[in-house]
C-alpha cells in the first residue's frame, strides 16, 4: 500500500514564486541566445551571451560545472539531440536547427528550459519536426495535474507524439532512454520522466509537484543515440535532425503553471 501512495514532492506557493524567478531569468537568457544566433556565430559565443545574461540577473549558471560540464548552456545544432558542449569550432549556418539548454539558480533555485530554433529558414520537414515537438510539450504539459500519476505525463507526450505526425506531416521518433525530471533546489531530482509510457503509474502528482517535461523527437522516426567521445554530447545514430523543448511546470488547483516562461 505504500508503494501506491508515493507522491511527488510538493513546493508551496511561495516556493514556486521563487522557482519563477529563477525560470524568468532563464527565459531571458533563452531569448537573448536566440538573438545573437545568426550565421557565423559559434555556439561558444551563445554561451557567453547567456552566462551574462544569467550573472546580470543575480543568478548563476546551473550547468556550469554540472558534473564537470564546462558551458552554461547545451548547444546542440541539427543531429545532436541534446548536451552539446559550446565551442568556437562550431560556426552556425544558414539552414541549422539549434536546441538550447539552459538553466539559472536563484536563491537557491533552479529554472530549466529548452528550445529549438532555426537559423534562417529551415527545411519544410525540419521545421515540420521543430513544430511538432513545440506541440508535443504543450500538449503533454496539460496532464500535470493534482491526482494524475507521474507516467500520465509520459503517455500524454506520447500520445500527442502520435497525433503530431498526422497534424504536421512528419514521421517522428521518441528519443530512447533521455526525458524529464524532478526539479527544485537542485536542477535533477526524482522522478526521472519518461517521455513515453503506459499511464496512471508512478507517483502522485500533487498541487505543488513540479516536473521538467522535456520531448526530444527525431525526424524520421528514428529513435537510437550514441554519445560521443568527450561523454557528453548525444547524436542520433541515423544523422537525422532533432528538436528538444522543455519547461519547467508546477501541477497548482488552477491547472498547470509554467515556471519558465519566455516573456
Not at 545574461?53 to 556550469?64: E, K, S, Y
Amino acid at each position: 500500500m505504500a508503494f501506491r501512495k508515493r507522491k511527488i514532492a510538493a513546493k508551496t506557493p511561495a516556493e514556486l514564486d521563487a522557482m519563477e524567478a529563477a525560470g524568468r531569468i532563464v527565459g531571458t537568457a533563452l531569448q537573448e541566445v536566440r538573438a545573437a544566433a545568426k550565421p557565423g556565430v559559434s555556439t561558444l559565443d551563445l554561451d557567453k551571451v547567456a552566462e551574462a545574461v544569467i550573472r546580470d540577473h543575480g543568478a548563476t549558471p546551473t550547468f556550469l560545472g554540472y558534473n564537470g560540464f564546462p558551458g552554461s548552456i547545451c548547444a546542440s545544432v541539427n543531429d545532436v539531440v541534446v548536451h552539446g558542449i559550446p565551442s568556437k569550432s562550431i560556426v552556425l549556418a544558414e539552414g541549422d536547427l539549434v536546441s538550447i539548454d539552459c538553466g539559472a539558480t536563484l536563491d537557491g533555485w533552479v529554472g530549466d528550459s529548452a528550445w529549438s530554433f532555426g537559423i534562417g529558414e529551415l527545411a519544410p520537414d525540419v521545421d515540420a519536426l521543430n513544430r511538432a515537438t513545440e506541440w508535443v510539450l504543450a500538449e503533454g504539459l496539460k496532464a500535470m495535474v493534482p491526482g494524475n500519476k507521474l507516467t500520465d505525463v509520459s503517455h500524454a507526450l506520447e500520445q500527442a507524439t502520435y497525433a503530431a505526425e498526422e497534424r504536421f506531416g512528419v514521421e517522428l521518433g521518441i528519443v530512447d532512454g533521455y526525458g524529464g525530471h524532478g526539479i527544485g533546489h537542485t536542477m535533477h531530482e526524482e522522478p526521472y520522466l519518461a517521455n513515453e509510457g503506459k499511464p496512471h503509474r508512478g507517483p502522485v502528482i500533487q498541487e505543488g509537484s513540479v516536473l521538467a517535461i522535456e520531448p526530444m523527437l527525431i525526424l524520421g522516426g528514428g529513435y537510437d543515440t550514441r554519445v560521443l567521445d568527450d561523454e557528453w554530447t548525444v547524436k542520433t545514430l541515423d544523422g537525422a535532425p532533432a528538436a528538444h523543448w522543455e519547461h519547467t511546470v508546477a501541477a497548482t488547483a488552477d491547472g498547470p503553471r509554467i515556471l519558465t516562461p519566455r516573456l
